[in-house]
Structures are given as C-alpha cells and as structure tokens.
C-alpha cells in the first residue's frame, strides 16, 4: 500500500464533500481541509480532474495555491444536457 496524503474540498455541483489523494507530497497520510491545503500539495494537485462520487461530474482543481481548493465541474457530453435539462 502506498503513502499518501488526502485533501477533501467539495463538489462545485452538488456541493458533497470529496477527496484527492496525493502521492508526490510528503505523504504523511495526512488529511487536509480544503482552506488548508500544505503549498507543497497545493501545487500538486492543481489542475488534477476528481470524479465527484455523488454526481459523477468531473471537478477540475483549477487552484490550490491560496491553499484553498478551488474547482470547477467540467460541462458535459449529452448525455449530462439532457440530465440538465431535466433539472431545469
Ligand atoms: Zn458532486
């Protein structure tokens, strides 16, 4: 089993919590919150593509280098318009 460490922030869709994991940081199998992601991490992690558990929508972590996660829920194929159309 390899090391790692875990940042949990939430999906922008649906707003449930997720998590990524981190293999190229220190790997202490420490678990940081999304408002205090380490730099080392941060940096990392940015620009990786998480697939919310809840949703199934891909969030791209777009920035964590305020050592908070920011993403963003990749729009979709058609399947996902037509599952947004039924929502609206
Ligand atoms: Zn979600």
Same mark, same amino acid.
């Given at each position: 089993?390899?090391?790692? !460490?875990? +940042?949990?922030?939430?999906?922008?869709?649906? #707003?449930?919590?997720?998590? &990524?994991?981190?293999? /190229?940081?220190?790997?202490?199998?420490?678990?940081?919150?999304?408002?205090?992601?380490?730099?080392?991490?941060?940096?990392?992690?940015? !620009?990786? +593509?998480?697939?919310?558990?809840?949703?199934? #929508?891909?969030?791209?972590? &777009?920035?964590?280098? /305020?050592?908070?996660?920011?993403?963003?829920?990749?729009?979709?194929?058609?399947?996902?318009?037509?599952?947004?159309?039924?929502?609206?």
């Amino acid at each position: 089993m390899g090391m790692f !460490d875990t +940042v949990t922030f939430t999906c922008s869709h649906c #707003r449930k919590q997720m998590e &990524v994991q981190n293999k /190229s940081g220190p790997c202490e199998l420490q678990t940081y919150p999304e408002t205090a992601v380490p730099g080392e991490i941060a940096a990392d992690i940015t !620009d990786k +593509v998480v697939v919310c558990d809840h949703c199934h #929508r891909q969030n791209v972590i &777009v920035s964590a280098l /305020s050592r908070a996660v920011v993403c963003y829920t990749r729009p979709l194929e058609e399947e996902d318009h037509i599952f947004e159309g039924r929502v609206h």
